[in-house]
């Protein structure tokens, strides 16, 4: 056993990304992943001064946010590709094509024209992953996960309404249902809980491991 609790394992990606809506769990399992297959977690820098502002509706916020949101994550990712990090195993957070679910659903499309023309000229730099693990889970599973979060008194997130994170959760579904760029692992997370059980993420490993082309949907045994 490796530091008394587990061993860690290897797999054949380099690059893997966690995806999924908000408060289904991506950064926490991105965090796991990596400690235990020996890697790297890239985690997004949430900060986004704008992002009050979109909630509250502030004419022109949405633009705003999108375009902080879409800079930082191509200065992240084109940074992986610089740093040579793929030499082992770096788990992500997000996956850059997503930033487009959130386009389409907040902007105009005046905005739209503006963000496509600037999206397109940044995707060029970045890395697509070898593996993509997309999250889900029913909007009222996500509405109560986030209602549990312990609230941060040094940073004040605000908090999507139940309407957004439905419409969000469904262009979600959407997007994964379509999406075929890289090997797509599809995990169903209602009863979900590696944080509280090495055989939940044991499993999942095992599932990654056997990934091949295409796309794997993987519904955890609760029993």
């Given at each position: ?197 090495d055989a939940a993420l044991d499993d999942l490993i095992r599932q990654v491991r056997a990934m091949g082309r ?10």
């Amino acid at each position: 056993m490796s530091g008394g609790r587990y061993t860690r394992a290897a797999v054949s990606f380099h690059y893997i990304a966690v995806e999924g809506p908000i408060g289904v769990g991506k950064s926490r399992l991105a965090r796991q992943l990596a400690a235990r297959l020996g890697g790297t977690t890239l985690l997004e820098e949430a900060e986004n001064p704008f992002l009050a502002d979109f909630y509250n509706d502030r004419p022109g916020a949405a633009l705003q946010a999108q375009l902080f949101y879409l800079l930082n994550r191509h200065r992240q990712l084109s940074a992986l590709r610089q740093a040579d990090l793929f030499s082992g195993t770096t788990v992500c957070d997000y996956l850059f094509d997503r930033d487009k679910i959130f386009a389409y659903l907040n902007l105009d499309d005046n905005e739209l024209f503006i963000y496509q023309r600037l999206y397109d000229l940044l995707a060029r730099d970045v890395p697509a992953p070898d593996l993509v693990i997309c999250l889900q889970a029913p909007t009222d599973v996500l509405l109560e996960r986030i209602r549990s979060q312990p609230a941060d008194p040094e940073r004040e997130v605000p908090r999507p309404s139940p309407d957004y994170l439905r419409e969000l959760n469904e262009a979600y579904q959407h997007f994964f249902f379509h999406y075929t760029a890289t090997p797509l692992l599809v995990v169903e997370t209602s009863q979900f809980e590696p944080d509280q059980s090495d055989a939940a993420l044991d499993d999942l490993i095992r599932q990654v491991r056997a990934m091949g082309r295409g796309t794997q949907y993987y519904v955890p045994r609760t029993g």
